[in-house]
C-alpha cells in the first residue's frame, strides 16, 4: 500500500442540492437547479433533486457512515436559499440550524468540515428579478451570503471555498446550456465568469477582513480541469494543448496568481473578454489560500485552424470551440467510465505538475475526483472493481506528482454516496455508498472498503 504524508487529508464530498431534499422544507426556496430540474426534458427521466438522498433528515446516519469510513475530512456544500431563500435579505434561521448541526455532528466524530459556498445553486429569484450570475451586483449579494456564513458557522468551520468549478457555471450553464440556467451564448460564459472571479474575490475580502485574526481559517476556491495531451508532438499541437489548458484552468487561475486573464485569451477574445479594474485586480490578486482542484479526466489536444467544431464529449467538455481551435479526442484504446470519460491516471499527474509550475507550487488539494459505473447490488454486495481500480490508479499517480515535488496536501473522493448527478439523473453513479432510491438504504461498496484501508494504513 502506498504511503502518503503524515498529515495528509482523507476526505469525501457532496454538494447540497444533489443530496439534501427537501427542497421546499425547513423555510428553503428553490434555486435555479429546482427550476431547471422541474422544466420538461431538462434532465434524464425528468429526475429532479426535491428528496435526493434525503440528506436533510437522514444526516446524523451518513455522518455515522463516514465516521465508521475514518475519514478525516468531509466536502458539503450550503444551500444560499436556505440560508436566504431570496437571495439577499432575510435569514432562514431553520437553514443556519440544518447546517450548525450537520457541523455539530461532524466535529462529534472529529471529522473535519470543509464547507463550500456555491455548488450552483443560486437562489431562483436572484435569477428571475437580478439577472443572476450576469449581474456585477451579484458580488455584493454573494459577499452579503458569505459573511452570513462567516458569523454563523466560522467559530467550528475553518476550511471554506467560495466557489465550486465556475467553468462548468460558465461553459455549461451559459455556453452549451445543458446545465442551469440553460442558456446558450458566445459572449455570457466570459461574462458569467468575471462576475463569478468578482465575488469570488469579494469573499475572500470579507473574510479576511472581518473573520481571518479571530477564527483562523484558511479560504480558497475550487476550480475544474481535465489535462489535455497534444495529439502529436508537432509544436502546433503541443501549442493547442497549452491553450486549451489556459482557457480551461488558466482563465479561473490566472486572475488569483497572476492578476488578469491568459495572454492567450486576451488575444484571442478581445473586447469580448471584460477588463478588471484595477480595484478588482487588487481584491483577486492572492484570493485563495490553497488550490482547490477537481479533476476527473483527460482528452487528446490538436490544432485545428477551421474546421466543424470537434467536441466529443457529453458535457461539451471543450467549451466554446470557434473560440479555442483545439480539437479534442479520446484514444479509442483508454478505457471509460459510464460518463464516457476516459480513465488516465498518468493525466492526473501531468496537470498536477503543470499546476505546480504555473503557478508557484501552491499548497494543493483534490476537492473531487472519482469515477461513475452502473453498480449493481449481487447478494447484498456491490463489487465496483473498476471504480477501486480507477482510485488506486488516481491515487497512485497522486503519489508520482507528490514524490515530483507537489505541494499536494489532500484528496476528497467524489462522491460520499450515489446522489443527484445533475442533468443525467440518479442513474449515474459516481458514490462509494450505494443509494437505493426507493429504500434510501446505503450500502457500502468494494472501493468504500478498500479506502477505509488507505485511510487507516496512512493513519496518524
Ligand atoms: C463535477 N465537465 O461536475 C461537480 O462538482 C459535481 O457536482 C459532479 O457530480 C461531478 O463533477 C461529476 O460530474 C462536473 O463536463 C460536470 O467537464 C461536468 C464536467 C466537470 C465536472
Redesign the pocket.
Known sequence: MIHFPKDFIWGSAT?SY?IEGAASEGGRAWSIWDAFAHTPDRTANNEHGDMACDHYHRYKEDVKLMADLGLKAYRFSISWSRIQPDGQGAVNEEGIQFYSDLIDELLKYNITPWVTLY??DLPLALHTEKDGWLNPEIADYFGTYADICFSRFGDRVKNWITL??P??VS??GYADGV?APGRKSKDEPYLVAHQLLRSHGKAVKIYREKYEKTQQGTIGI?N?C?WREPLTDTPEDVAAAQKALEFFLGWFADPIYFGDYPKSMRDKLGDRLPKFSEEDKEMLLGSSDFFGL?H??TLYAADAPSGPAAEN?????GGIFEDQRVALSADPEWKTTA?QWPVAPWGCQKLLEWIKDRYQNPPLYIT?N?C?YNDEIVNGEIKDTERLDFLNGYLSACHKAIGNGVNLKGYFV??FMD?F??A?GYS?R?GIHYMDYETLERTPKNSALWFKEVIKENGF
Open positions: 454538494s444533489q455548488h450552483w465550486n468549478e467553468w462548468v461553459i455549461l446545465f475550487t475544474n481535465d477537481n476527473y479526466t464529449n457529453v458535457y461539451g467538455n460518463m473531487e472519482g461513475a467524489w462522491s446522489n448527478e445533475w443525467l449515474k459516481f
